[in-house]
């Protein structure tokens, strides 16, 4: 089974995880063996990626000096940072099985020489089935927390979320909103158009709403056509602006073939309050909500 890593800047080469102690001298492999079989049990202690990245990185500072270590990965959108960049750098493509695991680059004061990237090469194998538990791991958390009709994010994870956001926002002295959002009338979607016409409407506000806020922005399905939306550093200004784009984004939705089909949604908004809890700041917006689907629907009430 093999592990590939791939070095850029300065060196090129590719080392399987088979072949590792290869072309060196047999007291350095034992040695390297050694070593790498140490690190990963102690890697195998953690299965949250930015502690592994972390954790690896001092590990790997008794054995190599180095300035900082920056970890990418794309396909799960993760990036880690440690310490420091520099203009001296190494950077390997982590692959296992023809699976990408992402990318991690090293940074030093000078540059790295052939036996450091021997040794770099050796306790990297000592990373990639760590790293590749975790990202399993996470995929795992992730999924357990999101719907699996609309793709936002599910109730099980909103109160831990918004809790976190309030603490930030209550010591950093930011400004945060949230916004509860119901579709109206939904029930009559699903009695005209079927359950699956009822889907495809949820799955439509979501991209809608999803178009509409901030990658920091973060929606949950609350209910059955209900939504709440957190909007961290934000205004009751701002948050009211983008509750009115959302409910036009939302009233101008066109369903084909259903062309008969249109809906429309009513929404609440509040901005936290000085020390106010998150119980508090749900049953302000929640009211603001019920007033604007008893006031005609349509419509968006600050709380």
């Avoid at 034992?30 to 590990?59: M, N, P, Y």
Wanted: hydrophobic share 40%.
């Amino acid at each position: 089974m093999a592990i590939q890593t791939q070095a850029t800047s300065g060196y090129q080469g590719t080392v399987a995880a088979l072949d590792t102690h290869q072309n060196i001298e047999p007291a350095l492999a034992a040695q390297l063996g050694h070593r790498t079989l140490e690190l990963s049990g102690k890697l195998q202690t953690t299965l949250d990626v930015d502690e592994l990245i972390s954790l690896f990185s001092d590990e790997l500072g008794h054995d190599i000096q180095h300035r900082g270590m920056h970890y990418h990965n794309s396909a799960k959108e993760i990036e880690t940072f440690i310490g420091r960049r520099s203009a001296h750098k190494c950077t390997y493509q982590l692959v296992i099985e023809e699976n990408s695991l992402g990318e991690l680059t090293l940074f030093s004061k000078k540059p790295f020489n052939t036996e450091e990237l021997t040794v770099i090469e050796n306790l990297l194998c000592a990373l990639v089935y760590p790293l590749r538990n975790a990202l399993l791991y996470r995929s795992a958390l992730q999924s357990a927390l999101i719907d699996p009709l609309t793709g936002a994010k599910n109730r099980a994870g909103m109160e831990a979320a918004l809790k976190r956001e309030i603490e930030l926002s209550h010591r950093h002295n930011s400004p945060i909103c949230i916004m509860l959002l119901d579709i109206d009338h939904f029930k009559s979607v699903n009695d005209n158009f079927g359950h699956a016409g009822g889907d495809f409407v949820l799955q439509a506000v979501v991209q809608c709403i999803n178009e509409t806020i901030r990658g920091s922005d973060m929606i949950f399905r609350f209910g059955g056509e209900e939504f709440l939306i957190m909007l961290s550093c934000t205004e009751i200004e701002g948050a009211t602006l983008l509750a009115e784009r959302i409910r036009h984004k939302i009233e101008a939705l066109s369903f084909a073939p259903h062309r008969t089909l249109q809906i429309t949604a009513s929404l609440g908004v509040s901005a936290l309050q000085r020390d106010e809890t998150l119980d508090a700041l749900f049953e302000r917006t929640d009211k603001a909500l019920y007033t604007a689907k008893d006031t005609g629907r349509n419509r968006v009430i600050t709380g």
